[in-house]
């Protein structure tokens, strides 16, 4: 991990958050609690999550040129998101990040940039 450079190039890139996407919804669709939260047709989804994660991980402006300001939490209130669902999704993202090869002190690293999101989407006991 370079320090000097934002998560978005630690991870190579256009490609690295692409690949990071591809590894990790597969695994959510298969997860019993998320799976069920997500339609058949998944692509628009990892698009979305694509544009996103280039965003908050300090690349380009792809979701807010595209959507406007992300608004996460509200744009998820419409499903029931529990503590269990968000360590699912953070499983799901850790061996994401384990499937595509990235490091330490990156993987923990990310995993901490997205623990608070993730627990700040809960809306439900």
């Known amino acids: 991990m370079n320090p000097n450079q934002t998560i978005y190039e630690n991870l190579g890139g256009a490609e690295g958050v692409r690949a990071l996407v591809e590894a990790f919804y597969p695994k959510v669709q298969q997860n019993p609690l998320l799976g069920p939260l997500f339609p058949a047709d998944i692509h628009p989804v990892m698009e979305k999550q694509y544009m996103f994660l280039s965003q908050f991980f300090g690349g380009p402006s792809l979701y807010s040129d ?22 699912a999704w953070l499983a799901c993202m850790a061996d994401a990040l384990d499937d595509t090869g990235v490091e330490e002190p990156l993987r923990s690293f990310i995993l901490q940039r997205l623990a608070g999101p993730a627990f700040h989407f809960v809306n439900t006991p």
């Open 66 to 87: 595209e959507y406007g300001h992300p608004m996460m939490r509200a744009r998820h209130m419409r499903f029931e998101v529990t503590n269990d669902r968000a360590e």
